[in-house]
């Protein structure tokens, strides 16, 4: 439905801006006269079709606001070939094959030769990609169409099964840098590309692979071409080199030490962990403390065993006061992942509120169990029918426990005679420090939660950024708030939540984007 609305609404208000701006559409030279083509607004927007459409006018083309009868080439962004026929058939057109459907990559191409290029292949939307790479394993081509794939990773399955490490881990590298120089836009542009190539089902070998992808700049490109050629990229390589980019990556490992800390460290001419350490006057947070005090056991992974292990510990804990508690991993491990930094827990129990003392008194029996290293607890900042938060990266409202759990570690058998060695066994560290994140959630928020949870991080971003720009929603760990209707949709379930965004529902596993 919305398809078929959208551009109609998008007409009306088009009109009107034509009438107070002319020479939009009527002003320039038609040097083309050959083909007549028509952009399609669905998954590109008023601001960006607007902008392409006059691109094109000042070049000579000839272009056509409405889908009239001397349409020749249709032109979509980030829309399947079935996607396309689909938003056609509802437009009445009578003989749908007398148009050319083309991806936007051949529009791109003519702007870049001033002049109409051939619609190969390449850039023809059809049922099947006609261009699978080389090294496509056969079995996954039907499956991958270039110009199918969203620009959203909220649409992508992404699994664990990277076919393009090369590329994502230099991509991921370039990120930080951007990340820790606080340059968000250049920090996301790699963060989306990596998730991209995450999420194709074949290595990439050439620069052909990628034509039709989504968020793929010119920065990211170079990078590609770099690897493809050289098997390595320079500019990565030399990111790794940076004495700035080294200094921020030692000092951020440290638990409770982010960007900002490290730009103050960096400034008062810090360079390694040890100077810092060895700076006596130097400031710490409690936090910052115990990251240095168990700085070996929280930079090791934990592993998959030890994630299971806390989660006994913590359901055990938790159900000792509720025994109607759920208690729901969540993060990497939820999505599959063998490793992570921290262990990610969910809880919540049925009843109209949450039990504010619940996790004092689960911190607190573990402090007299002495299996609490650290605890840091945030209090519940929810209100009541507040509107989602629109930023996407920002913190939630839950109450929660950043901690550091001591989790003991079966020690590898001894030999039986080995009682003479009493002594040097009970020098021995028989436990790792594990970084613990707890979450309280009120039950009816609980999906909501677990959602944002679970991530990925980009997955999350995503959600967020498709509710907001395709379906006039905003959506947060606590919500989704639909602002056309000015109502809030509850949800019982992720599976709910997806169907109210619209989407396909995509399962933890695949939301490794
Ligand atoms: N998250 C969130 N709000 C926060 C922090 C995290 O919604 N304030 C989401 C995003 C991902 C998920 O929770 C888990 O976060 P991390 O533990 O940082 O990521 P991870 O995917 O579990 O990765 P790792 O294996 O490194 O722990
Ligand atoms: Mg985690």
Redesign the pocket.
């Known amino acids: 439905m919305d398809r078929i609305r959208a551009p109609a609404v998008f007409s009306q208000r088009k009109r009107k801006k034509e009438m107070h701006s002319p020479n939009l559409s009527c002003n320039y030279e038609i040097k083309f006269n050959k083909l007549v083509i028509f952009i399609m607004q669905r998954k590109m927007g008023v601001t960006r079709r607007t902008f392409l459409m006059d691109l094109a006018r000042r070049k000579g083309f000839r272009v056509e606001t409405e889908l009239s009868d001397s349409v020749t080439h249709i032109v979509a962004e980030n829309s399947s070939y079935l996607e396309v026929l689909d938003w056609l058939r509802g437009q009445a057109v009578g003989d749908i094959s007398r148009f050319e459907l083309l991806d936007i990559s051949w529009f791109t191409a003519c702007m870049e030769a001033g002049r109409p290029v051939d619609s190969e292949m390449k850039y023809r939307l059809m049922e099947r990609d006609g261009s699978p790479s080389l090294n496509t394993p056969e079995s996954e081509v039907p499956s991958f169409i270039a110009s199918n794939v969203s620009q959203y990773s909220c649409q992508r399955k992404t699994t664990l099964n990277n076919h393009n490490k090369k590329f994502t881990d230099a991509f991921e590298i370039m990120a930080e840098n951007y990340e820790f120089k606080e340059n968000e836009v250049f920090c996301l542009e790699f963060l989306r590309a990596a998730s991209v190539l995450k999420f194709l089902p074949f290595p990439v070998t050439r620069m052909k692979d990628i034509q039709g992808l989504p968020c793929m700049g010119v920065q990211v490109r170079d990078l590609i071409e770099e690897i493809i050629e050289d098997g390595e990229s320079s500019r990565a390589r030399d990111v790794l080199n940076d004495e700035r980019y080294k200094s921020f990556k030692q000092f951020t490992s440290v638990f409770g030490v982010g960007v900002k800390t490290s730009e103050k460290w960096y400034r008062m001419g810090l360079r390694t962990l040890e100077e810092v350490k060895a700076l006596k006057t130097l400031k710490l947070s409690k936090m910052q403390k115990a990251g240095f005090l168990y700085y070996e056991d929280l930079v090791s992974c ?1 592993s998959k065993a030890e994630a299971d292990a806390v989660s006994l510990i913590v359901k055990k804990a938790v159900c000792t006061f509720r025994p109607d508690a759920l208690v729901t991993i ?4 939820r ?1 599959g ?1 063998k ?6 827990f969910l809880i919540t129990s049925p009843g109209p509120r949450e039990d504010a003392e619940l996790l004092h008194k689960v911190v607190d029996l573990w402090k007299k169990q002495g299996l609490l290293l650290y605890c840091d607890i945030i209090e519940s900042t929810f209100v009541k029918e507040q509107l989602p938060s629109r930023q996407v990266d920002a ?2 409202n839950f109450q929660k426990c950043f901690a550091i759990l001591k989790l003991y570690q079966p020690r590898a058998e001894n030999n039986s005679d080995n009682t003479s060695k009493n002594f040097d066994v009970a020098e021995v560290k028989d436990w790792k420090a594990i970084r613990v ?1 707890l979450v309280i959630t009120p039950f009816e928020q609980y999906a909501y939660a677990l959602v ?6 980009q997955f ?1 971003r995503d959600l967020r950024r498709y509710a907001t720009h395709e379906k006039k929603m905003i959506l947060d ?1 606590h919500a989704l708030y639909d602002r056309r209707k000015k109502v809030f949709l509850k949800a019982g379930s992720e599976e709910e939540i997806f169907a109210h965004l619209g989407l396909d529902y995509v399962e933890p596993w695949e939301r490794n984007a």
């Open positions: 934990v969540t993060g990497g491990f999505r992942k490793i992570g930094h921290d262990i990610d913190m939630d994140d944002g949870w679970t991530g990925s991080r999350g760990n």
